[in-house]
């Protein structure tokens, strides 16, 4: 099995090692069409390896230097105690939703809550309860989207996942309650945390989805997730995910979108706070009239390096897509946007849209941005922008001249940056929710704590920026 | 090769070729065995009477080349290029001549009837014996002694290693350095001949120089390098290439162009590159892979770049700048324009190094037929390039639905005071403008001419007047036939 000429790293070689030695474990409890994806996942792996920065797409975000870390692959699951809510008070203050967790890659839940079918019918749980119960699902889904965009990590993800989240809505299902999904990592030792979710969408159902990647502790440790997202006819999700955690973890985000005929997807990626993110964002257009509304907001400073890896492929007619990113990098952080429109042939009446804007506040912070346009079809209307820039010195000025201390003013500028795509929120409780933590973090009082990240559970005193009204 | 060919330059220059479509392997005598290895390079360089300072550095490029890979990053797709069958060295010869412009191929003809080349000119381009030597040896003695009065030096390749050798030891491959990419690498162990242009502190040049048809070397062969210095205060605008078409039996051309402008010196270079593109079906087509770069070495300093391309199945070329003055400016301007099974990925890179540099992008791709037209650009600004600012605009238009327009750039910034704008859009042609044209009893080809001439027009503007004209009928026949 083994590739004698290819020479592995450290965490290369433990995680072969770890998948020969487990591969029992592994398998158990998996149908065999599981089974036969991690080991076509795992040989791919095997030929790859881990991408590197001198492959195209990891170019500028500098992966290896996790390589050689000695990174656990293998975590037992912590036994249920009580609910993540209460442990971690990561529930938002005024915005109600259904709460499930995961807890170092585990589904994390009382015994026998394992999957769930909700009132109004939606169902969650843990995947691998799940390709039990719904053999016909997985058969159908499970795995079809992972095909395009493939690479080492999304093969380890794919191949040593131990657990991840299973949603489905079904046929003409409106969730009303949106539902919250806490990803939490906290071991002592160094961990590599590979889980894999699958979403399904019915015909014209409806789901809004909070993902939370959050810390507790300051442990290095490297997060690796798949997620296959499928909507069916006219269904329409909402996707946030809210990034804070410490600077000495990793995140892969590898996300991928499947839309049928007049299907919905909103995704709103923010990162507030990461050693090294990267968000893997692939959306294919399958069926006429799909839309996609994809943005992100990234606010980061130390070292803190951000990847936000967009691709929409337009492969039919009449689709529409748009992808807003906006960052702001403070001292040595180092941001990557690298955005891809890829219109097929014959996909015409393409409406495809593309901005980049960033905001570099200190003279070492770096970013790379590259928005690409690839199109094969004649009528399309297809745009894009990136700028790389600094706060706009009239308006600061005029808001000097008010009376606005400097520091207030261009917290307040910086604020009315990101408000383009906070905006977009659709829940009222958790933009206004995201929009404090916003103004936090450019305050720069927002870190990572001891108990907790984002004392989100807390009535919050309402933020406003301290504007000194005898000076006005 | 300039022996030979340095009596009537001129009637070799234009015609660098064979006059049959495709490509057919002039091998006579005076040429290297085919394949590439150190004996091959010795060849040429003994063929050349090059010193031994200058097979040396062709010997380390070639060492250099054999540990490289081709690059497949580009969006072009060709056969693998094997480079041992090439011949790298053909010492040009006399090309066959015709009586009269009857024996030459109608289709060509009736492109320099569109192009509104003169009856004497067409003589010459298409080879045909003339008598009267239309004065090109005095012409090109006239402006000789104009740039020698200027103290401008302005010569072939070869000529200069013999004359200059100090100013191309100084400066060749301080721009484009041999390990810099696998064709140039390929460029600096084999190249042919090339231009070698040196304008002296503060001089203007008087007059536009050109590389085609005017005063310099002639058929440089498929392995061109040009180096233009431009000393302090000085400033020249140099034109490049042949809006005529060219039929070339080399099907692989890798170029370098090497650009220095010192303190406050000015530097315009003009391309228009219209070989041959292969014919309908994508058969055959110059496969040209250039590497073009200048260095804005001094301050205030200023390198421009403006290309039209219509030729070649396979474009790869990035004339890039290199803003390493405080307060340079680098300029980029481009058409290109492909048609059937054309495949183009060209675009810059402006690294901004010096502070308060600026630079500038305007490109437009067109592409029809079958073709893929790519912008790829590069904005770098460096942690000391203070002030930078950069503007890019990469339109692309798409005239019928099996053709791609793509667009590639890639900004890098890594200092916060640095303005950095990209822009880009992709569209169809209007049909409203179509249809007001067709509507006054314009037909179809010649609407879709003028209207991507229109959208062209922010690049043409940038050529010297003499090449304007030229290439916005060269615009309009590239497209012929791309209306379905």
Redesign the interface.
Known sequence: MQNTDKKYNRLEQSLIAFFEKKKADLSANCSPKIVLSRQQAFDEFQRTGLPTSTDENWKNTRIEKLYNESFQPDNPPTGYEKSASEIFQCEIHGFDAHVISMLNGWYYCPEGMQLQTLKDGLVVGSIIAAQKQYPELFDRYFDEIAQNRKHGLTAVSRALFRDGVFIYVPDGVEVKKALQLIKIVNRDEKMMVNSRNLIILGKNSKLSLLHCDDSINHNPGFINTFTEVQLGENASIELYKLQNINNETALLNSTFIRQERNSRSKVNVVTLNGGLIRNELNVDLLGEGADADLNGIYLMDNEQHIDNQVFVNHAVPNCTSSELFKGVLDEKATGVFNGNIFVARDAQNTNAFQRNNNILLSPTAKIDTRPFLEIYADDVKCSHGATVGQLDEEALFYLKQRGIPRQDAYLLLMYAFTAEVTGKIAINALRSNIEDMIKKRLRGELAICEKCVLHCNHPVIPLEFEIDMSRV | MKDESGKNGVLEEVTSGDYKYGFVTNIETETAPRGLNEDTIRFISAKKNEPDWMLEFRLTAFRHWLTLTEPA?A?IEYPVIDFQDIIYYAAPKKKKEFESLDEVDPELLDTFNKLGISLEEQKKLSGVAVDVVMDSVSVKTTFQDTLAKHGIIFCSFSEAVRNHPGLVKKYMGTVVPYRDNYYAALNSAVFSDGSFCYIPEGVRCPIELSTYFRINAANTGQFERTLIVAEAGSYVSYLEGCTAPQRDENQLHAAIVEILAMDDAEVKYSTVQNWYPGDKNGKGGVYNFVTKRGLCKGRNSKISWTQVETGSAITWKYPSCILRGDNSVGEFYSVAVTNNHQQADTGTKMIHIGKNTRSTIISKGISAGKSNNSYRGLVQ?A?KADNARNFSQCD?L???????????????????????????????ISEDQLFYCQQRGIDMEKAIGLIVNGYAKEVLKQLPMEFAVEAQKLLAITLEGSVG
């Open positions: 990053w969006h600004v942690k692309s798409l005239l019928g639905d099996k053709c791609g327009a793509h667009t590639f750039p890639y900004i890098k910034t890594a200092n916060s005071s640095a303005i950095v704008e990209h822009e880009a859009t992709t569209s169809k």
